[in-house]
């Protein structure tokens, strides 16, 4: 039992140390897009708090794929510890983690974002310490809200299906319901965190799916030549010039300017600004050693594209073989195409439990992926910026990034990435339900006048085919399909995945190439020149 509490222990210290990884990645990532004047502590507190906790939630699916595969042996049989009372207390502890985290990112995204956000945007109208508190309880009220009533729906929904026709297997699938627990402040969180899951779904097919296809892409066709761009926007001021000088002309005899003039000399004179701003960074990044150091690398950016473009095909191919085998397996819209195993396999699934017989390779694998859903999503954001509709709210620029933006993008991630589980899941459906547990069929026997005289086992991969008590299912599983009606919404926001994604290659591989200072000097752009080296050390 010692050496056993000993191997638990190890995953258990694996998870604290991604945990440590997570809290430095995120100071790092928030510190690297906050504003350099704008900075309010508070604000940089709660983005990190938020996105670290929706990572730290990610990193406990390997940990309970982990603990639910080690309580068997390579052949198929439960280790000698693992009864009953010992699975259960394990399969507790994992619940209760899970418990724990969510409860936090309900806490996060219902009350603790929208009250900071709102009082930061209250802080802009000059008003008062108590009247900016009071505004920003008002509007965080209305989440508030909105999070009972979505905890009463999910307390009292009903969760049968609406269609017996497929009730053998939804049977299956309610016999492990029962197993999760049928409490209601279990069944609130879980119908809370879905709903959650879904905004994150409408996130990830928004900027995911095309960051997906632009990230590689740009670091294949790279940056246009910061002294070509200067010498172009050279010609543009002079040219801008002589155009405010001609119109200025028309009034050497003492006439006034027309309105019609006067309008277009501040134009022309905001476009100049404009374009000085862009000669003053040109210059700069074409004296910068790190921009040499950076072209320097310009081989290694086109491996790393053609890397990321390779992954981006991979999870396409699996997520569609995936969806595919639901849209063919499954008991229909019905019961959420809900699928308990695997007939079509894709890489992915093969892969993943395999890795797992050797902990940590799969952990690492994990981490890799939601990494990888971060930095796309991140450059999905950074391409299109933030939008309500056809409004665009905020732009996302390292170094300049606005409070409230700064929340905005770190709530977005947090929806991604608690949308991630079930994106894992889609890619490799039997290694998020089992990982690698096995168990006993018998394959052949021997009759002697009636009588069984020999009896031959075989392990086989778990399924939903193995008797109840041989298979234990993760609880990351069990509380992504509570629901029926979600993994009908997830089935079909894959699908519209797919899409965006393969719609968003075709117009990342039409387009040129970016900008060496692409986003970073706009009209609405007031950096000053002292401010430059901080931006670009």
């Not at 906050?34 to 390997?62: C, D, N």
């Not at 191919?317 to 195993?341: R, W």
């Not at 709210?393 to 409070?403: A, E, H, S």
Request: hydrophobic share 45%; net charge neutral.
């Amino acid at each position: 039992m010692a050496a056993v509490a000993s191997e638990l222990l190890t995953g258990w210290c694996l998870f604290a140390l991604a945990l440590l990884a997570i809290l430095i990645f995120c100071w790092v990532y928030v510190r690297k897009y906050q504003s350099r004047r704008e900075s309010e502590v508070i604000s940089t507190i709660t983005a990190i708090f938020a996105l670290a906790i929706a990572l730290i939630s990610s990193a406990l699916l390997p940990v309970d794929i982990f603990l639910v595969s080690y309580m068997k042996n390579q052949n198929g049989t439960f280790k000698d510890w693992a009864d009953a009372n010992v699975s259960r207390q394990i399969e507790d502890t994992v619940l209760y983690g899970y418990y724990t985290l969510y409860s936090i990112i309900l806490f996060c995204v219902f009350l603790w974002i929208p009250f900071v956000y709102f009082y930061y945007e209250e802080k802009e109208e000059d008003g008062s310490t108590c009247l900016q508190v009071k505004t920003a309880l008002r509007y965080t009220l209305g989440f508030l809200t909105i999070c009972v009533v979505l905890l009463l729906i999910g307390a009292f929904v009903p969760l049968d299906i609406p269609n017996k026709k497929n009730s053998t297997e939804w049977e299956k699938v309610k016999l492990l319901f029962e197993e999760f627990g049928s409490s209601h402040g279990l069944t609130a969180l879980s119908f809370s965190i879905s709903s959650l899951t879904v905004i994150g779904m409408l996130a990830a097919i928004t900027y995911t799916a095309y960051g997906m296809s632009a990230l590689p892409l740009n670091l294949i066709k790279g940056t246009t030549s910061a002294a070509y761009e200067r010498l172009e926007n050279t010609e543009d001021i002079e040219e801008v010039e002589h155009h405010i000088l001609r119109i200025k002309s028309k009034c050497r005899d003492g006439r006034p300017l027309s309105s019609r003039d006067r309008r277009a000399v501040q134009q022309l004179e905001e476009r100049l600004r404009t374009l000085r701003r862009r000669d003053r960074h040109l210059e700069f990044i074409e004296k910068s050693w790190w921009a040499k150091f950076c072209e320097a690398l310009r081989p290694l950016k086109i491996v790393g594209g053609v890397f990321f473009i390779i992954v981006a095909l991979l999870f396409t191919v699996s997520l569609f073989l995936s969806n595919l085998d639901k849209a063919l397996h499954s008991a229909g819209f019905d019961s959420g195409f809900i699928i308990l195993g695997t007939n079509l396999t894709n890489p992915l699934n093969m892969l993943l439990p395999v890795l797992q017989t050797v902990f940590p390779l799969d952990y690492i694998l994990i981490t890799t992926i939601v990494m990888y859903f971060i930095f796309t999503s991140m450059a999905g954001i950074r391409n299109m910026g933030i939008w309500f509709f056809w409004i665009r709210l905020y732009k996302i620029r390292r170094g300049k990034t606005r409070p409230q933006a700064l929340l905005f993008l770190c709530m977005i991630l947090l929806l991604i990435v608690l949308h991630t589980s079930y994106m894992i899941y889609s890619l490799a459906p039997q290694y998020v339900m089992y990982g690698s547990q096995k168990y006993l069929v018998q394959q052949s026997n021997q009759t002697v006048d009636g009588q069984l005289r020999n009896v031959t086992f075989v392990s086989k991969d778990c399924d939903a085919d193995a008797p109840e008590d041989q298979c234990i299912v993760t609880r990351t599983y069990l509380f992504l399909h509570k629901f029926w009606f979600f993994s009908a919404v997830y089935y079909f926001g894959n699908w519209a995945f797919i899409a965006i994604f393969l719609i968003g290659l075709i117009v990342s591989c039409c387009k040129g190439k970016k900008s060496v200072i692409e986003g970073e000097v706009d009209e609405d752009s007031d950096m000053s020149d002292d401010e430059l080296s901080v931006y670009y050390r």
